[in-house]
């Protein structure tokens, strides 16, 4: 049963997300490369919820997201390359490098904070389109049913 309303919720904190993303790409590109991802799994999740009604397992693979939605939803499929990109931001933006000497804060440009914004925007999208589609698709189910049969003639 599809659950609308909580997948709002989810596609709204993406679009925080992507909007914290793109205020963050040049004053600590970092944290907008982990928001970027961000934006894009919590969009993909809320297309989850809303086509099923259940949350996907505690998955964080933009990648994996959308290899579960492509059979239903194929207009994901090109998303895959920029996925890859976006999820080596999950890990890699939050925590130190100590075999490259690296922190966080200090291994990441601008370029790729851009590059992650870029990447994750028509996700985001796209995800919204769809929810879109399945909040209409709901709503003229749910009158159908108000109507009732109609009589023969």
């Known amino acids: 049963m599809p659950n609308l309303e909580e997948a709002a919720l989810w596609l709204g904190q993406s679009e925080m997300d992507l909007d914290t993303a793109r205020k963050m790409a040049d004053a600590a590109p970092y944290a907008a490369c982990f928001y970027a991802q961000q934006a894009a799994e919590k969009a993909l999740k809320a297309v989850c919820l809303a086509a099923s009604g259940v949350v996907p397992p505690r998955i964080r693979s933009v990648g ?3 290899s579960g939605l492509m059979d239903t939803y194929g207009q ?5 390359d920029s996925a890859a990109q976006l999820d080596s931001y999950y890990i890699g933006t939050r925590y130190p490098h100590a075999e490259l000497g690296q922190v966080p804060g200090r291994s990441y440009t601008s370029r790729n904070a851009h590059d992650a914004v870029q990447a994750a925007e028509p996700m985001v ?13 709901a709503r003229a189910s749910r009158e159908k049913r108000l109507r009732g049969p109609r ?3």
Do not use: D, M, S
Request: aromatic share 12%.
């Open 64 to 66: 994996r997201l959308i």
């Open 76 to 80: 994901f499929k090109p998303f895959l």
């Open 125 to 137: 999208r796209e995800c919204q389109l769809v929810y879109g589609g399945l909040v209409e698709a």
């Open 151 to 153: 009589p023969e003639r």
